[in-house]
Nanobody, 119 residues
Framework: QVQVVESGGGLVQPGGSLRLSCIAS????????MAWFRQAPGKQLERVAV???????LYEESVKGRFTISRDNAKNTVYLQMSSLKPEDTAVYYC?????????????WGQGTQVTVSS
């Protein structure tokens, strides 16, 4: 069973930066998909960034140029570098890892890490 743990959230002032980490344990396989989502109070879950095993990357429009998703396979870790943070980036951020599987590719989610952007 894969376990996913996020870390790195916290309180930061507008314009600041944070780096979120997502560490997977329980599997030596490389995920075929790695994604960060976020959910602000009273809002729906929103996909922020996606990275596939072949290197394709997608960003939600509002974070383009400010957020960067990356991975370190040796450390089984996915990162989300967030810069020029805005109050509207405040949310709980979740990591989702997708692995190869049949008949469907299983997803594993972390418990989330709170990011608060406020002065």
């Amino acid at each position: 069973q894969v376990q996913v743990v996020e870390s790195g959230g916290g309180l930061v002032q507008p314009g600041g930066s944070l780096r979120l980490s997502c560490i997977a344990s329980g599997s030596s396989a490389t995920p075929i998909g790695m994604a960060w989502f976020r959910q602000a109070p009273g809002k729906q879950l929103e996909r922020v960034a996606v990275l596939t095993s072949i290197g394709d990357i997608l960003y939600e429009e509002s974070v383009k140029g400010r957020f960067t998703i990356s991975r370190d396979n040796a450390k089984n870790t996915v990162y989300l570098q967030m810069s020029s943070l805005k109050p509207e980036d405040t949310a709980v951020y979740y990591c989702r890892l997708t692995y190869r599987g049949f008949p469907h590719a299983p997803d594993y989610w972390g418990q989330g890490t709170q990011v608060t952007v406020s002065s």
